[in-house]
């Protein structure tokens, strides 16, 4: 059965860093893209961050390039984004999600493909970030 827990939410000024965490089981990270969303009350939903094991590929949403990093540690089954310089803007619950990868494309492909369409196969339940300003 696949799992994903997201943690690390909470309340932040305006400039701070918060960092989530998801932890996965029941799948094989290299077998999937796995990547970050948020979602904004009234608002629609966005791919933040997407990477793949396979070959370290990673995408960002335009929206959060350069403040957001993710990672992935396959030995405690758990990716991580790293958020620094958070504005008030990027206050909505963020959830982690997994898409199956398809051999006959690149890696890269499909970690774009998976945040920016939010084809996603499995997610978890989410985490609430605010930020005040």
């Known amino acids: 059965e696949v799992q994903l827990q997201a943690s690390g939410g909470g309340l932040v000024q305006a400039g701070g860093s918060l960092r989530l965490s998801c932890a996965a089981s029941?799948?094989?990270?290299?077998?999937?893209?796995i990547g970050w969303f948020r979602q904004i009350p009234g608002k629609g939903r966005e791919g933040v961050s997407c990477?793949?094991?396979?070959?370290?590929?990673?995408y960002y949403a335009d929206s959060v390039k350069g403040r957001f990093t993710i990672s992935s540690d396959n030995a405690k089954n758990t990716v991580y984004l790293q958020m620094n310089s958070l504005k008030p803007e990027d206050t909505a619950v963020y959830y982690c999600?997994?898409?199956?990868?398809?051999?006959?494309?690149?890696?890269?492909?499909?970690?774009?493909?998976?945040?920016?369409?939010?084809?996603?196969?499995?997610r978890g339940q989410g985490t609430l970030v605010t930020v005040s300003s």
């Open positions: 999600a997994i898409s199956r990868l398809d051999d006959r494309f690149s890696p890269l492909i499909e970690v774009v493909s998976s945040c920016k369409l939010g084809t996603v196969d499995y």
């Open positions: 029941g799948f094989t990270f290299d077998d999937y893209a």
């Open positions: 990477i793949s094991d396979v070959d370290g590929s990673t």
